[in-house]
């Protein structure tokens, strides 16, 4: 192993770690300040520096904001906590690992063919990460043996890279997350190899249409729920369903990092979502149902019927008026 790698993956890795006892830490004054982890903790003089670290009186940033949420959790809906809201320097470093994951699956467009090894997809990815000063979040995550995840066919997610070649007709899901300067950037997005069924290419559309459908409900003081319905009635009126055992999920300082994001369920309901949250939205759509079972090397999930699954992600950000998709 050269220096510069040696340097690459013990700077990523020591970040990660460093960043995980920070947040214990965090958590463990918070607990003896009494902060029971809503974002109305520790209340502040309107002439205080605004909590979000802005440098701005509070009154000028986030005290509206803040008393809203203290109404909405009087009424028993879920706000988010405090370390859920991204800095603006956060948001920044998670964009650049957004944008270079990005990349990595523009890089592949042309090259995902017939024959093509999806061990060997992971060898691009990895090579191309490292090279770049980056690294794959998912290599040794929790065991997961590569750098990318492949999904192919009825693969609902987490399809482990093998010697297993691509063949005229498959769909596939490459799942890319980079640690950038210590910060997560996370996306995927499908391919087509060779030429598909009509009902597979018709999946893989409505899957993208159902992405970017959730992302039209992120806007502040929407809700996690309103990003399910769109998503679950788009894919229902298709004929199609919404895995339930998997969904989005917060990124950027960790892989993953609260809230959950679900892709089914009924409008007002879930998480309050408030600017400077990031999140992941990515839905997988089955052609059949939307059970799902898991292989015996605890990651492979695949459609419990056999069908067809297709899946497209990206992180996204709430702002004061909307949303900035970061990848």
């Known amino acids: 192993m050269s220096g510069r790698l040696f340097f690459i993956l013990f700077y990523n890795q020591a970040t990660h770690y460093i960043r995980i006892v920070l947040k214990y830490l965090y958590m463990i004054k918070a607990f003896v300040e009494g902060f029971k982890g809503a974002v109305t903790i520790n209340k502040l003089n309107r002439n205080d520096f605004c909590w979000c670290g802005s440098q701005k009186k ?28 991204k800095t603006e320097s956060q948001i920044e470093g998670i964009r650049k690992a957004c944008r ?56 609902v997610c987490h399809g482990i890279p093998e010697a297993r070649e691509l063949q005229d007709g498959d769909i596939v899901n490459i799942d890319v997350t980079s640690i950038l300067d210590g910060y997560y950037g996370d996306t995927s997005r499908m391919y087509l190899v060779g030429d598909p ?16 459908l959730g992302i039209e409900q992120v806007k502040p003081f929407n809700r996690i729920g309103d990003i399910a319905y769109a998503i679950e009635q788009h894919a229902n009126v298709h004929g199609f369903s919404v895995v339930r055992d998997y969904g989005g999920h917060g990124v950027g300082l960790q892989f993953h990092e609260e809230p959950f994001v679900h892709h089914y369920g009924e409008r007002e309901t879930g998480m309050v979502l408030m600017p400077n949250m990031v999140f992941t939205i990515e839905p997988m759509i089955n052609a059949g149902s939307y059970k799902c079972r898991t292989l015996a090397d605890g990651w492979t999930t695949l459609t419990a019927d056999g069908s067809l699954s297709a899946q497209w992600e990206h992180t996204v950000r709430v702002t004061s008026d909307g949303v900035e998709i970061l990848s």
Not at 74 to 85: F, K, N, S, W
Not at 134 to 150: D, F
């Open 197 to 212: 069924s009509p009902l597979a290419r018709k999946l893989v559309e409505v899957a993208r249409e159902c992405l970017y």
């Open 58 to 85: 509070y009154k000028k940033c986030h005290l509206e904001m803040d008393e809203k949420l203290d109404r909405l959790e009087q009424e028993g809906i879920e706000v988010p906590y405090r370390d859920l809201i």
């Open 100 to 155: 270079f994951s990005r990349s990595i699956l523009d890089d592949l467009e042309g090259k995902i063919v017939p024959g093509l090894r999806t061990d060997t997809i992971d060898e691009w990815v990895h090579d191309f990460t490292i090279s770049h000063g980056a690294y794959p979040a998912s290599l040794n995550y929790r065991g997961y043996p590569r750098s990318v995840c492949t999904s192919i066919n009825e693969v």
